[in-house]
């Protein structure tokens, strides 16, 4: 069994930074994919970045230049560093991975709200 625990969220104004955590934890398949999604109040879910093993990193264009994606495969952890936020990142944070050929395992979700 895979375990995912999301951290960092919390209530910050227009323009500044948090960081995101997300720390695996079970027998994890070393390739695969993690990242995040988002969804806001009233609205679906959505991708936010995404990093495999091997390979390059994803971003959703409404992140681009202001959100980076990292991960320490030796902790399985992977990070979200969020800069520049605005009001519409207001979201709950969902930390995702995924082996190859499997299902994903989602963590509880961490909420980030961004005042005006």
Known sequence: Q???VESGGGLVQAGESLR???A???SIFRLNTMG???QAPGKQRELVATMPTLGNTNYADSVK???TISRDNAKNTV???MDRLKSEDTAVYYCYLR???DIAVWGQGTLVT???
């Open 114 to 116: 961004v005042s005006s």
């Open 99 to 101: 082996p190859i050929g």
């Open 2 to 4: 895979v375990q995912l």
């Open 36 to 38: 995040w999604y988002r």
């Open 24 to 26: 695996a934890s079970g």
């Open 65 to 67: 230049g202001r959100f």
């Open 79 to 81: 990070y979200l560093e």
């Open 20 to 22: 995101l955590s997300c």
